[in-house]
């Protein structure tokens, strides 16, 4: 059965589906992982007159197109195009829709590297960033100027997790002629359709729940009918082409990616109304809390909350910081999130923020939820908190 019959079914038995085509590859399951450069064209008609369906490595195969129509569908978008990480997918993103002398808006909440990106290469190829307080909604019109040809958003907030008005924002943008792009890689489409929602390019990091094993890079950027045109070029023109390996592993993720979302969400949603009634802790900050400013606009516009949040610890010295989380059992301590294991990592994000002062008296920590028993996760955190408080007194 072609993917046009299953339209009528949940996103979860599509996902089961898009992308793979079993007759056409003897009957197995999987579309396999096809390697290459070269492509023989059969005759001098097929490599004159384009017939050809694939023409040579860097413009795409059989495993990537997979994956790129599974994620048009998902996203409900015009196309997809894979690069090989996160970060690559926001360059691309950015690239496709930017040119010298324009001026960008960019929330004070944004992943660490896309604001090194803006501020360093950016900035050198003539495009001037202004970052936003990711609370502002509709006041960012006040922001725009003659030459303002983008908004790049992320919701919730990388590190803090501040919720934005995308349909808001995204409807003055289009009123002044802007693209809007947005880093989805929090929600991913299954929480936040994005292109239903008003954002004409959106990126997620592959890295994380599409693998949901810590085992891969990679980016996706998908576009509706108005960005897809120029995405394509600009990703054409660059060969970013992702590996096929990862591809693959990406595709294996996806047809769990419903049922992992939906668990680490839930788990991450105890955990974080545990922290709550913790004395060590000062404040959970996590969307799906009713407590949560972001709470509002989340409940209106996302389908339900992933795996990663933040908290803030009671004012205490960085020795108590350490003593928690160097003696953690279960939880690692690394960068990326999004696969099967627990992780917390310390942050500060008050040094480099530009539009926003982000208030704090105690360390943040953010936190990923894994697929570890919740009773496990909590003692781990239990210990780790009467480490830090010891070291505070
Ligand atoms: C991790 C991450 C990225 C970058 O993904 P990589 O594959 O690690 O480059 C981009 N945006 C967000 C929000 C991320 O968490």
């Given amino acids: ?72 569908e998902l996203s409900n978008a015009a196309g997809t195009v894979l690069v090989p990480s996160g970060l690559a997918a926001i360059a691309v993103a950015l690239m496709s829709c930017l040119k010298a002398g324009d001026h960008l808006l960019v929330t004070d909440s944004v992943y ?143 047809r769990t990616m419903p049922l992992r979302l939906k668990e680490q969400g839930a788990r991450a949603l105890e955990l974080a109304r545990w922290l709550e009634k913790r004395p060590e802790v000062a404040r959970v900050i996590h969307p799906g809390l009713e407590s949560d400013p972001g709470h509002a606009i989340w409940k209106r516009d996302f389908k339900g909350s992933s795996g990663l949040f933040a908290i803030e610890l009671q004012p205490g010295p960085i020795s108590g910081v350490a003593a928690m989380l160097d003696n953690l059992e279960l939880f690692g301590m690394g960068y990326s999130w999004g696969g099967f294991e627990s992780l917390v990592i310390p942050f500060d994000c008050s040094s480099y923020r530009t539009a926003t002062t982000w208030q704090a008296e105690g360390p943040m920590l953010r936190i990923q939820v894994g697929l570890e028993s919740l009773d496990d996760l909590k003692s781990d955190l239990d210990a780790g908190l009467k480490r830090f408080a010891q070291h505070s007194r």
């Avoid at 501040?162 to 289009?174: G, K, L, N, S, T």
């Fill in 112 to 254: 660490r590297p896309t604001r090194h990106y803006c501020d360093g290469f950016l900035k050198r190829f003539g495009v001037e960033t202004t970052y936003y307080d990711p609370l502002i909604g509709k006041d960012i019109e006040k922001l725009f100027k003659p030459n303002t040809t983008a908004v790049f958003t992320e919701a919730p907030g990388s590190q803090t997790f501040e919720v934005q008005d995308i349909p808001a924002i995204a409807e003055i943008a289009h009123r002044h002629g802007a693209t809007v792009l947005m880093d989805n890689t929090w929600a991913t489409p299954l929480f936040f359709p994005p292109h239903d929602n008003g954002v004409d390019i959106a990126i997620e990091a592959g890295t994380k729940y599409l693998s949901g094993a810590s085992d891969l890079l990679l980016g996706m950027v998908s576009a509706n009918e108005r960005s897809w045109k120029d995405l394509h070029d600009t990703w054409d023109s660059m060969a970013l082409c992702a590996g096929p390996e990862d591809v693959f592993l990406g595709l294996r993720g996806l």
């Fill in 1 to 72: 059965m072609s993917q046009s019959d299953k339209s009528r079914f949940d996103i979860s038995t599509r996902l089961v589906y898009a992308g793979r085509e079993p007759s056409n590859q003897y009957g197995f399951v999987n579309t396999p992982i096809y390697r290459g450069s070269t492509v023989l064209y059969k005759t001098m008609d097929d490599l004159v007159h384009g017939k050809a369906k694939y023409t040579y490595g860097t413009h795409g195969t059989p495993t990537i197109d997979s994956l790129t129509s599974a994620w048009t």
